[in-house]
């Protein structure tokens, strides 16, 4: 009887804490991605990462859990996850087929983890490398998502936003 309590208290506590994953974030593969970007005009996160990375799973756990972020990428972005080492995986972009490392080398992407923004069209916004927390990563999809990129620089957003 304790036994079964106990066992059943830990799967609770268990599943409390392994609850902020990104399982409630849609992410698609690379060709997946861009289709549905192009078809629903969004813009694109595709997130780097490597299975051996830290930071790239305190991103996953942190980041991508937190309420503000998820309900600004679900309404405005579509989403992309690249494990940057897995060969196996195959990408199409423009007139290039890739694998993931290469797709990743063709991008800039020098460490993990890194987000990549890219237009409904597929075309390259901006790469931002490391660690994002939450409060700076949704500053960051405010300003690709509201345009803002095509009139100022990050900086001048970020002091448009304490000044109002």
Excluded: R
């Amino acid at each position: 009887m304790i036994f079964s309590f106990l066992l059943q208290l830990m799967l609770l506590t268990g599943l409390n804490s392994d609850q902020k994953t990104t399982e409630n974030l849609k992410w698609h593969d690379f060709n997946e991605g861009i289709e549905l970007a192009q078809k629903q005009k969004k813009y694109i996160l595709v997130d780097f990462y490597t299975d051996w990375c830290g930071w790239c799973k305190k991103m996953d756990k942190d980041t991508y859990t937190n309420p503000t972020v998820m309900q600004i990428l679900k309404k405005n972005f579509i989403l992309i996850k690249v494990n940057a080492e897995d060969a196996a995986k195959s990408a199409k972009y423009k007139q290039y087929n890739v694998t993931y490392p290469e797709l990743s080398q063709g991008f800039g992407v020098t460490g993990f983890p890194a987000t990549v923004f890219l237009n409904a069209q597929a075309d390259y916004v901006t790469l931002v490398p490391g660690y994002l927390p939450a409060d700076e990563m949704t500053t960051i999809l405010k300003f690709i998502h509201t345009t803002a990129f095509e009139k100022m620089t990050y900086p001048d957003f970020k002091k448009s936003l304490t000044s109002n």
